[in-house]
């Protein structure tokens, strides 16, 4: 009876956590739209997604924000679960994420299941992976720009939904009609609820070593997300956005010794990681004339990371109490003022400055120890890291410029100053685009950007932990500069058909990796254990979308190159680890009916590089040629999912309950290799994945 | 979340059969899917044109003799790999040049591979080249030049002896550490001329030496902290209590490296166990690297 209590409990448990992996799945069969701005007839490489299309096109009703943006052309999730984007070649860690205007520094909960960005509060995304904007600045891959929702200023209403890791809930409305409006949402991971459980049911003790050892995990993410708008006056709008996330992962192992005696004797270990984020800013919006707008930003955001370890030893008569926590923070505290001017007529002037005052701790050392008791008492604090006071200022221009009602020119310039400790650092970046659209259906563009990082994110490549670290640019680590040139050709030739082809070249400098000794960086000179490189990446991208009554399909195709130089580890070029030189995605939503809708995503890209020995004996083989030198075979999978909707009698209620299926047939697709040898002594590389088929249920209301 | 799904695999094929049903047969396929059979093997790809490669390791300047190590490194998957207890002798040769000069190599052959002595002290600016062969592998080639120190390098060197430990600090001028491969450590000699086994005091001398490196509290700037070892007591093999007073002399030592060697110790010293592919080895492996070592001070440490 035990036995199938046990049983049903791991199912169940499993089920959860299978759940909290078919994430992935709605996140990919979101459909985006290549949409140009209307007022920027040169953008290129920028993708709108529009709240609608998160709401409605969702296979288990949780939309993601960042799994979405992994299935566009040029880009690349990286690791499966990831919360990632490589656009373009990029790194992973250059991409510039824009909460209302504010950067957020961690990107993901859950170890990358989830995204810190709820869609329910998202009004659209702007997506930019080349022909940057000139007001945005500071990353060298990517601009995801978040456009939170304003509350509805005229009536009450929300979205409550339920799957088996995670539940939300939002709300939104008027505190004074058509003046003051809140949006408000909540979301809470309950992973934690089953896992402990099975960890304590399933773990067998040693009796042997102890008389009572125990095992216990803890996991929880939660987040809040609250907006405030209020419109002043026919020209004013104020608003206050405020995202606070918070994510807790630990291990415990307990040992009990001698019960009530003498001898009584409690040991606990913790090992985990916190990590999240908290930004709080006030947006003020003003119409100074009907030709110029006035947008002002001021803001604080904070991203942290802490590694710690706890140990606790309780005798009968004394304690030992020791913890030492690893952090990482990051803080801002900006402002930004940005104007956007039509008074010329032909002319569409962006312009505006940036000011943030950066507060680093790459990375500190804490710890303390206790003992107290009959035997010694003893106390002992320590603390150890650097510091770095860094502002940083942007001042930038670009002019939209009509050429003729068939060309247009966009010129634009961004210089940035970031002084660091006893360093500063300028940078001009010229951004230019140039569009011709002979006709309304056909558009050609070509752009040209640079980009300068003066903040690394840099993580220890031997853990997978998923947190990172923040470090700012030094005397010694210069910042990541990039250049990325783009084509792209576009066609609509009705409403139901959209073709987009897009080339790029990029180059990017500075780029740094981990070479210490240890997991974690250095407190005292984490400076000194990277090493320098630079990265080039060029391909082209296909997009095609065909829209009807009945079906939306859309189909991205990529074939890039992503190469690194590392001095330090080959004297030539090789291909970056996630140099996925084919990678497509097919999207396919058939409305079956009013009330029906179906899903399909399938995902086929070229596999991931490793750098495995190739001389030596295969357990100390230490010597490989060349970086990642073996590539694992293309992943590829099938997400299906399935939504009934229902209406309520009473009017503007919705009911969903959507069931879908991540990796529909059970494909393996390595997660991590490793090299083992055969009973002929023969190595092979075996290849784990953690990944197969996955069911999942979620219900949600909207009200 | 592996090891969850592992031990739920594992507790399940525990389960008592009789319990269950069809209901439980259904679960448990769902189960299977889940988390079963996640492993698939894939037979070890051919990646090198070479069954064997020569492998060179040499750090010049270290001392005042230069010693080449040379091995033969077989492909992993190669089948006809001698075993340590019947290793075929290499029968490498090896030319040894500084700035185009030949000079003299002793061979020691070992088991492992063949050892090159060549009495020679380096000066910074020495070009150094290296060439190997041997049957049946490709001739592997290396050059490597001594590094230089600047002469205003050191910005600030100090220390002090207080209650038997030696503290200070050393830093270096900002400007030339960016294009430095810098260290610093302290290297230890320790002379042995008493000991004393219980009641009874022998006199005698012997000496060891150890390297410790100083620790890093930023960019060109070390700590200094060090505790002289005057004593020494612990417990011989015949579980008496022994007592040894010693001497200490201490060298105060920078050393910069050149690119090679510093790449090539970068994979020495990571934990990842991650494969090396660095070398600068034409036609081999390893590395050929060159050390330039500034002995700031001595410190010598008489016994009490």
Not at chain 1, 584 to 591: C, D, E, R
Not at chain 2, 163 to 180: E, F, H, M, V, W
Request: proline residues 4%; glycine residues 6%; hydrophobic residues 35%.
């Amino acid at each position: 009876m035990k036995r199938t209590i046990i049983t049903y409990m791991m199912l169940f448990i499993c089920g959860i956590i299978t759940s909290a992996q078919n994430h992935e799945t709605i996140d990919s069969v979101v459909v985006t739209e290549y949409r140009p701005r209307a007022d920027k007839k040169t953008q290129t490489s920028m993708i709108k997604i529009d709240r609608q299309d998160f709401r409605f096109k969702a296979v288990l009703g949780t939309p993601d924000i960042i799994k979405t943006l992994q299935t566009l052309p040029g880009v690349t999730p990286g690791n499966e679960m990831s919360s990632t984007i490589n656009v373009r070649g990029g790194t992973g860690n250059d991409n510039l994420y824009l909460l209302d205007n504010v950067p957020l520094y961690q990107s993901g909960h859950f170890l990358g299941l989830f995204s810190v960005f709820n869609t329910d509060m998202v009004e659209s995304v702007d997506f930019y992976k080349g022909g940057f904007p000139a007001q945005f600045g500071g990353r060298t891959s990517s601009v995801v720009d978040v456009k939170m929702n304003d509350g509805d200023m005229y009536g009450h209403k929300g979205t409550f939904s339920i799957g088996v890791t995670d539940g939300r809930f939002q709300m939104e409305g008027p505190i004074k009609e058509g003046v003051l409006s809140y949006n408000v949402a909540v979301r809470y991971g309950w992973v934690e609820a089953f896992v402990r459980p099975l960890l304590k049911a399933v773990y067998v003790p040693d009796v042997s070593y102890s008389n009572d050892y125990t095992r216990d995990g803890h996991y929880g993410f939660s987040d809040i997300n609250a907006k405030f708008t209020w419109v002043k006056s026919s020209r004013d709008k104020i608003s206050f956005n405020t995202y606070l996330g918070f994510d807790y992962m630990s291990y415990n192992d307990s040992e009990l010794y001698g019960g009530n005696s003498s001898d009584y004797k409690k040991k606990v270990f913790k090992d985990g990681n916190r990590w999240g984020n908290a930004l709080l800013s006030a947006m003020w919006e003003r119409s100074l004339s009907e030709s110029r707008k006035m947008t002002s930003t001021f803001y604080f955001s904070d991203g942290y990371y802490n590694a710690f370890y706890e140990r606790l030893n309780k005798y009968s008569d004394y304690k030992e109490y020791d913890l030492e926590s690893n952090i990482s923070n990051i803080a801002d505290v900006g402002a930004k003022v940005h104007f956007t001017d039509k008074t010329f007529d032909r002319h569409y002037l962006n312009y505006g400055v940036s000011a943030v005052y950066h507060l680093f701790s790459p990375i500190a050392l804490e710890h303390s120890y206790t003992q107290a008791g009959s035997v010694r008492s003893d106390e002992m604090e320590d603390s150890y890291g650097h510091h770095y006071h860094s502002p940083e200022l942007a001042l930038y221009a670009e002019d939209e410029f009509t050429i003729s009602p068939h060309l247009y020119l966009n010129a634009g310039l961004r210089y940035m100053l970031f002084i660091t400790k006893n360093k500063a650092y300028n940078a001009l970046e010229p951004r230019f685009a140039l569009s011709y659209n002979p006709n309304r259906a056909l558009s050609m563009k070509v752009s040209y950007s640079e980009m300068t990082q003066p903040i690394h994110q840099v993580e220890s490549f031997k853990s997978e932990s998923p947190g990172s670290f923040w470090m700012p640019a030094t005397s010694t680590m210069k910042p990541i500069w990039s250049r990325i040139v783009s084509a792209e050709t576009e066609w609509r030739p009705n409403h139901h058909i959209l073709l987009n082809v897009a080339g790029f070249w990029k180059w990017m400098k500075h780029l740094y990796e981990y070479t210490g000794r240890n997991v974690l960086p250095s407190p005292s000179a984490w400076e000194t254990e990277f090493t320098e490189g630079k990265g080039r990446s060029f391909g082209v991208e296909f997009y095609g979308e065909f829209q009807s009554e009945k079906w939306d399909v859309s189909a991205a195709y990529t074939l890039s190159w992503s190469q690194r130089y590392f001095k330090a580890f080959y004297s030539d070029w090789y291909s970056d680890r996630y140099d996925n030189r084919h990678n497509l995605v097919i999207n396919g939503v058939y409305k079956a009916h009013q009330l029906i809708d179906v899903y399909a995503t399938w995902t086929l890209r070229s596999g991931n590089r490793y750098t495995i020995p190739l001389y030596g004996e295969y357990y100390m083989g230490r010597e490989s040629l060349y970086p990642n030198n073996f590539q694992v075979p293309a992943y590829h999978r099938l997400d299906i999912g399935i939504d009934f909707r229902a209406v309520s009698a009473r009017k503007g209620r919705d009911y969903v309950v959507t069931f879908a299926v991540y990796n529909l047939y059970a494909r393996k697709n390595p997660f991590y290799i490793s090299i083992v040898e055969d009973v002929y002594n023969r190595p092979s590389i075996k290849m784990t994945s953690i990944f197969p088929v996955l069911p999942s249920i979620r219900y949600t209301l909207y009200f | 979340m592996v090891p969850v799904a592992l031990e739920v695999r594992a507790a399940l094929e525990d389960a008592d059969p009789k319990l269950i049903s069809m209901k439980n047969i259904l679960l448990f396929i769902c189960l299977f899917l889940l988390t079963a059979a996640c492993d698939s093997y894939a037979p070890y790809p051919v990646l090198a044109d070479e069954d064997a490669l020569l492998k060179l390791e040499c750090t010049v300047g270290e001392a005042d003799s230069t010693v080449v190590y040379v091995s033969k490194e077989y492909l992993i998957t190669y089948d006809h790999r001698p075993s340590d207890t019947d290793s075929e002798p290499l029968n490498s040769s090896l030319k040894f040049t500084v700035n185009g000069e030949e000079l003299e190599c002793i061979k020691y052959i070992n088991e492992g591979g063949d050892r090159y002595v060549v009495h020679y002290v380096a000066h910074s600016g020495d070009v150094v080249e290296v060439f190997c062969s041997a049957p049946g592998v490709p001739d592997a080639t290396a050059e490597t030049v001594v590094p230089e120190a600047p002469a205003d390098l050191v910005k600030d060197f100090n220390y002090t002896v207080e209650d038997n430990t030696l503290k200070g600090r050393l830093a270096l001028n900002g400007s030339q550490t960016g294009s430095l491969y810098l260290s610093a450590d302290l290297d230890i000699t320790n002379v042995i001329h008493k000991y004393e086994y219980e009641d009874d005091v022998y006199i005698g001398s012997r000496s060891f030496h150890l390297s410790d490196p100083l620790s890093v509290k930023g960019i060109g700037e070390w700590i200094i902290d060090y505790r002289l070892p005057r004593e020494y007591i612990g417990i011989d093999d015949e579980g008496r209590m022994i007592r040894e007073i010693i001497d200490t002399e201490i060298r105060f030592n920078l050393k910069i490296s050149s690119e090679e060697l510093y790449f090539a110790t970068l994979h020495q010293q990571s934990s990842s166990m991650s494969p090396s592919s660095y070398t600068n080895v034409k036609g081999g492996l390893g590395y050929v690297g060159a050390m330039k070592v500034l002995t700031l001070d001595t410190y010598i440490s008489e016994a009490q």
